[in-house]
């Protein structure tokens, strides 16, 4: 990945025996879409000529303006490692615009550009490092997936023990193969659960990682007879699966979360980018937690925040301040999980943030007790507020944000609050096995 122009396009594509060319997309929900064209089509696709039918995507247009055109972001270019070597696929990130060259509104890479763009207006560059947790469950004869393992290590376990250990180093090969760098990766507590870590970059760039760190992970799972899902809490009774997200801002290519002098090593930015962040935290959860069952994740027992709190020396706070400094310092957000979309988590991060800072607003103090142990009326007494409880609850909550629903845009805040609220609904509908197998009995 990097900087190429169209004849550094068309030069890797005759040289490596490109024959397929995927023009790839996100939609409102964060689930990855794309049009395939062969090699004698990229002329016209990097004229931003191809286009499709938008009303077919949820989210995007009515039928009676559905048509869409994909402006492919050249930078992203990529060949697909696990595809036949000869005839190759490669793949090429889109940005979408309408027939008239704005823009489409609902496109979720735009509401990132469109936030990082006040960002680089106060000099700003916002830097991302996300943490993905993802469980490798077997698939049933049909080749269906299952949340069934035979498998029971734990954090940091290693084989023969973790039985993912080898899938998850083709999984590291291939990520470094398509130009990610890779810090670590490792077995997470629960059994089946795994992290791969990757670089901290510019964000933009982040967001585009973390849709093809999706992909080649459920691919090369694929590869070994396993399915890799990245749902937040797939099974009862174990820790669920976790997106955090490492954020820094710099200016003129310093680090200004950064301050020798604060006896935390914190600058006022950094603070301030803080308050900003717990002040929206509620309002951006139906982002940052975009699911039914990611709620199910965000309860007491399982390492999960609930609580709106941060400290710099204990785990169980909603933000957490790593120990290092200097140009690492970073403040970790731990509520987000895999599910959500990545433009848009990060877009509400950062305008959160920013929020913060240019009205300095101030977090309370810290909370470096265990909050995990604490009882309600202890919380109460040191004025912790908690997260949304459930998604009808986060959605009512990113309504009242004026600040959220701005950055998300009035398309994409009523189309998302209105899809979210009929997954509510159709939830609560529902008649699970733990209501038959506790009340049929009995009543």
Same mark, same amino acid.
């Given at each position: 990945?990097?900087?190429?122009?169209?004849?550094?396009?068309?030069?890797?594509?005759?040289?490596?025996?490109?024959?397929?060319?995927?023009?790839?997309?996100?939609?409102?929900?964060?689930?990855?879409?794309?049009?395939?064209?062969?090699?004698?089509?990229?002329?016209?696709?990097?004229?931003?000529?191809?286009?499709?039918?938008?009303?077919?995507?949820?989210?995007?247009?009515?039928?009676?303006?559905?048509?869409?055109?994909?402006?492919?972001?050249?930078?992203?270019?990529?060949?697909?490692?696990?595809?036949?070597?000869?005839?190759?696929?490669?793949?090429?990130?889109?940005?979408?615009?309408?027939?008239?060259?704005?823009?489409?509104?609902?496109?979720?890479?735009?509401?990132?550009?469109?936030?990082?763009?006040?960002?680089?207006?106060?000099?700003?560059?916002?830097?991302?490092?996300?943490?993905?947790?993802?469980?490798?469950?077997?698939?049933?004869?049909?080749?269906? $997936?299952?949340?069934? /393992?035979?498998? =029971?290590?734990?954090?940091?376990?290693?084989? %023969?023990? &973790?039985?993912?250990?080898? +899938?998850?180093?083709?999984?590291?090969?291939?990520?470094?193969?398509?130009?990610?760098?890779?810090?670590?990766?490792?077995?997470?507590?629960?059994?089946?659960?795994?992290?791969?870590?990757?670089?901290?970059?510019?964000?933009?760039?982040?967001?585009?990682?973390?849709?093809?760190?999706?992909?080649?992970?459920?691919?090369?799972?694929?590869?070994?007879?396993?399915?890799?899902?990245?749902?937040?809490?797939?099974?009862?009774?174990?820790?669920?699966?976790?997106?955090?997200?490492?954020?820094?801002?710099?200016?003129?290519?310093?680090?200004?979360?950064?301050?020798?002098?604060?006896?935390?090593?914190?600058?006022?930015?950094?603070?301030?980018?803080?308050?900003?962040?717990?002040?929206?935290?509620?309002?951006?959860?139906?982002?940052?937690? $975009?699911?039914?069952? /990611?709620?199910? =994740?965000?309860?007491?027992?399982?390492?999960? %925040?609930? &609580?709106?709190?941060?400290? +710099?020396?204990?785990?169980?706070?909603?933000?957490?301040?790593?120990?290092?400094?200097?140009?690492?310092?970073?403040?970790?957000?731990?509520?987000?999980?895999?599910?959500?979309?990545?433009?848009?988590?990060?877009?509400?991060?950062?305008?959160?943030?920013?929020?913060?800072?240019?009205?300095?607003?101030?977090?309370?103090?810290?909370?470096?007790?265990?909050?995990?142990?604490?009882?309600?009326?202890?919380?109460?007494?040191?004025?912790?507020?908690?997260?949304?409880?459930?998604?009808?609850?986060?959605?009512?909550?990113?309504?009242?944000?004026?600040?959220?629903?701005?950055?998300?845009?009035?398309?994409?805040?009523?189309?998302?609050?209105?899809?979210?609220?009929?997954?509510?609904?159709?939830?609560?509908?529902?008649?699970?096995?733990?209501?038959?197998?506790?009340?049929?009995?009995?009543?």
């Amino acid at each position: 990945m990097g900087a190429y122009t169209k004849q550094d396009i068309f030069r890797m594509v005759e040289e490596e025996d490109v024959e397929f060319i995927r023009l790839q997309f996100t939609d409102m929900f964060g689930t990855l879409k794309n049009i395939a064209i062969t090699k004698s089509q990229l002329e016209k696709a990097l004229e931003n000529q191809c286009m499709f039918d938008g009303s077919s995507i949820e989210g995007f247009v009515r039928i009676e303006e559905s048509d869409m055109y994909l402006y492919p972001d050249l930078s992203t270019f990529a060949i697909f490692p696990w595809r036949p070597q000869q005839g190759k696929v490669a793949r090429i990130i889109c940005d979408i615009y309408r027939p008239n060259g704005r823009p489409f509104e609902g496109d979720p890479r735009y509401i990132l550009r469109k936030t990082l763009v006040e960002a680089q207006g106060l000099g700003y560059q916002f830097d991302v490092g996300p943490e993905c947790e993802f469980f490798l469950f077997h698939t049933d004869e049909d080749g269906q $997936p299952t949340t069934l /393992s035979h498998e =029971r290590a734990g954090y940091f376990d290693l084989g %023969p023990v &973790d039985l993912g250990e080898n +899938a998850r180093r083709d999984m590291v090969l291939t990520l470094e193969e398509m130009g990610f760098g890779i810090e670590a990766s490792h077995h997470e507590v629960a059994p089946a659960q795994h992290e791969i870590d990757f670089h901290y970059n510019e964000c933009l760039t982040t967001a585009d990682h973390i849709m093809t760190f999706k992909l080649a992970v459920k691919t090369i799972a694929k590869r070994f007879g396993l399915f890799a899902s990245f749902m937040p809490k797939p099974r009862y009774g174990v820790n669920g699966s976790g997106m955090h997200i490492n954020m820094s801002v710099s200016k003129d290519g310093r680090n200004i979360f950064e301050d020798p002098s604060d006896p935390m090593g914190l600058s006022q930015e950094a603070y301030y980018f803080m308050g900003g962040l717990m002040k929206h935290i509620r309002g951006m959860a139906a982002v940052t937690n $975009p699911l039914v069952n /990611s709620y199910k =994740r965000l309860v007491p027992g399982f390492e999960a %925040p609930m &609580d709106i709190a941060w400290s +710099a020396t204990n785990r169980s706070p909603l933000i957490r301040i790593p120990a290092a400094r200097g140009a690492a310092t970073r403040i970790e957000l731990r509520s987000p999980d895999p599910a959500a979309n990545p433009y848009l988590a990060l877009a509400v991060c950062l305008a959160a943030g920013l929020d913060g800072v240019k009205n300095q607003i101030k977090p309370p103090e810290p909370v470096d007790a265990n909050i995990f142990e604490m009882s309600k009326s202890e919380k109460q007494a040191l004025q912790i507020a908690s997260l949304p409880s459930d998604l009808y609850e986060a959605v009512q909550e990113m309504k009242k944000d004026a600040l959220i629903c701005g950055v998300l845009g009035e398309h994409i805040s009523e189309k998302y609050a209105k899809a979210k609220l009929a997954e509510w609904e159709a939830y609560q509908k529902q008649v699970t096995e733990w209501e038959i197998s506790n009340y049929l009995y009995k009543i």
